[in-house]
Nanobody
Framework: QVQLVESGGGLVQAGGSLRLSCAASGRTFSSYTMGWFRQAPGKEREFVAVIHWSGTNTLAADSVKGRFTISRDNARNTVYLQMNNLEPEDTAVYYC???????????????????WGQGTQVTVSS
């Protein structure tokens, strides 16, 4: 069983920055492909960014590309989402997710991830 705990959300003005963190329990964090998803009120959960368990491959949604960066620190069992130049449209609950299957794929669909955090609220004011 993997537990994921997000932190770093909050209220920020448009154009500002936040860094989200997701701390994972367990001794096999380096084997997990990690992702960030978000869900705005009245909308479906959507993919934001993913980093392969090897750390060599990342992918971001078109809507955040060039503004958001995903990274990981295996020594700290933590994955990060650096969010710059935030826009009001980025307002959502952000979720961290882990895929425990150690394979070569890079996944963007929520069903591909089998562990989820409780979410952290990000609000961007205009």
């Amino acid at each position: 069983q993997v537990q994921l705990v997000e932190s770093g959300g909050g209220l920020v003005q448009a154009g500002g920055s936040l860094r989200l963190s997701c701390a994972a329990s367990g001794r096999t964090f380096s084997s997990y492909t990690m992702g960030w998803f978000r869900q705005a009120p009245g909308k479906e959960r959507e993919f934001v960014a993913v980093i392969h368990w090897s750390g060599t491959n990342t992918l971001a949604a078109d809507s955040v590309k060039g503004r958001f960066t995903i990274s990981r620190d295996n020594a700290r069992n933590t994955v990060y989402l650096q969010m710059n130049n935030l826009e009001p449209e980025d307002t959502a609950v952000y979720y961290c997710a882990a895929r425990s299957s150690r394979d070569s794929g890079i996944y963007t669909g929520a069903p591909s991830f089998n562990y989820w955090g409780q979410g952290t609220q990000v609000t961007v004011s205009s």
